[in-house]
C-alpha cells in the first residue's frame, strides 16, 4: 500500500489549490480515504475523509465550507479541494487509509500514509 500525495505549493490568502493521493499497490475502491495535516509544532489533525460509497466526512470543523474531497476510482485517486485557503491552513498534507469502507475519527485506525505535500499560504 503507498500514495503519492500532488498538488502543494505556495498560495496567497484566498487562493485554492487542489491536492492529490494517487494509490498504488492497491485499490481504493473499497476503502475510506482521509486527508490529514500537520501544521508546525501541531499535532496532525485530520482535515476530510471519503468513505466507499462518496460519502464525506469533514474532520475539522475549521474547513467546512471551503475545502471538499473527491475520488476518482477509475483513476485511484483521491483529491482535495481547498477553496478560501488562510495562513492557518499552512500545514504538511498527507492522505492515509485505514483500509476500512467508513471514516473513523481516531487517528490510530489509519494504518497507511503518504508522505505529504507541502501546502504554505503566506502574503
Known amino acids: 500500500v503507498e500514495f503519492v500525495e500532488s498538488g502543494g505549493g505556495a498560495v496567497q490568502p484566498g487562493g485554492s489549490l487542489r491536492l492529490s493521493c494517487a494509490a498504488n499497490?492497491?485499490?481504493?475502491?473499497?476503502?475510506?480515504i482521509a486527508w490529514f495535516r500537520q501544521a508546525p509544532r501541531k499535532e496532525r489533525e485530520g482535515v476530510l475523509c471519503?468513505?466507499?460509497?462518496?460519502?464525506?466526512?469533514y474532520l475539522a470543523d475549521s474547513v467546512k465550507g471551503r475545502f471538499t474531497i473527491s475520488r476518482d476510482n477509475a483513476k485511484n485517486t483521491v483529491y482535495l479541494q481547498m477553496n478560501s485557503l488562510e495562513p492557518e491552513d499552512t500545514a504538511v498534507y498527507y492522505c492515509?487509509?485505514?483500509?476500512?469502507?467508513?471514516?473513523?475519527?481516531?487517528?490510530?485506525?489509519?494504518?497507511?500514509w503518504g508522505q505529504g505535500t507541502q501546502v504554505t499560504v503566506s502574503s
Open positions: 492515509a487509509t485505514g483500509l476500512l469502507d467508513y471514516c473513523p475519527e481516531e487517528i490510530v485506525l489509519y494504518d497507511y
Open positions: 499497490g492497491f485499490t481504493l475502491e473499497y476503502h475510506s
Open positions: 471519503i468513505d466507499k460509497n462518496y460519502v464525506s466526512t
